[in-house]
């Protein structure tokens, strides 16, 4: 990645709107000049722009996610639990020093080593929160009471780049491929539930086993343009940090992404 700070402005819109929470846009790039902030904290970048610095829709280089550090560290932490313990406070099996949650439909396994064992391509927007879900996760049960991210405790300053990192570009695969949601309930064990705020579907998946997500969409209709929101069940943050939602739900845009060119 480029270190010229003019290079980097000449990418961005200049607004000097603040959301990046830099004065200006120049300062903004400075930082990202410095790998101070990524390139994905400007919520108005495209994302040719982004794949251009070496990242993608769920890339967050300045939180210190996918990097073996992060990911050791973790694993360190795994090593010393209570397996026995996190089975029963997460409400899910164990047996062969294994831990087996249901990621997305599909079973998924680590043990106290920290190595894993899936149906599903490991990646690390997926490892990290599984981690963190295990360590830190209370095994709440979701309340069914449904609200955007940024009405999450924790939401609050994540709820732009939300938006403009993961529902729009999720609304874009929607939008160009018709079977998406299809495929959601076929692929990912999804499931269709009543028509929420009025919406044309509304879909519910299981990222993890306590940590549902609703999908709304909206048809274009009478020349309104289509519309698609994530809603999240108010307990979310008592089972998973909000750094491991971002990551895991930008995460899944990529895959849904992928799955969606590959169809095409």
């Keep these: ?17 603040g959301e990046c929470s830099e004065k200006t ?9 410095r790998e101070q902030k990524s390139i994905t904290q400007c919520p108005y970048v495209e994302e040719e ?10 890339n967050l280089k300045s939180s210190g996610w996918e990097t073996e550090e992060v990911l050791n560290r973790l694993k360190d ?29 599909k079973k998924f396994s680590v043990d106290s080593k920290g190595t894993f064992f899936s149906e599903i391509h490991i990646h690390s927007w997926l490892t990290l929160p599984v981690l963190n879900y295990i360590l830190d996760g209370k095994g709440v049960e979701p309340s069914g009471n449904w609200v955007p991210l940024r009405e999450l405790k924790g939401g609050k300053d994540w709820g732009r780049f939300f938006e403009h990192r993961c529902e729009k ?3 874009k ?9 299809a495929d959601m309930l076929h692929i990912f064990s999804g499931r269709q539930v009543d028509r929420h705020y009025e919406s044309d579907i509304s879909l519910v998946l299981y990222p993890l086993p306590k940590l549902p997500i609703l999908i709304c969409y909206w048809r ?38 992928k799955i969606a060119r590959r169809h095409n």
């Design 49 to 58: 722009i982004v794949q251009q610095f070496g990242g993608d829709s769920g």
């Design 25 to 33: 846009c120049l300062a903004f790039a400075a930082a990202v000049a």
């Design 169 to 171: 570009p999720m609304k």
């Design 220 to 257: 274009p209709e009478d020349g309104l343009e289509s519309d698609l929101h994530l809603f999240f069940d108010t307990t979310a943050e008592d089972n998973l940090n909000m750094d491991s939602i971002y990551s895991l739900m930008t995460g899944m845009l990529v895959m849904f992404e």
């Design 77 to 105: 932490r795994l090593s010393k639990i209570d397996f026995a313990e996190a089975s029963k406070r997460l409400d899910v099996p164990l047996r062969d020093d294994k831990l087996t949650l249901t990621v997305l439909g």
């Design 173 to 181: 695969v929607a939008d160009t491929h018709p079977d998406f949601f």
């Design 1 to 17: 990645m480029t270190t010229n700070p003019m290079e980097i402005l000449k990418h961005l819109n200049k607004s000097n709107c």
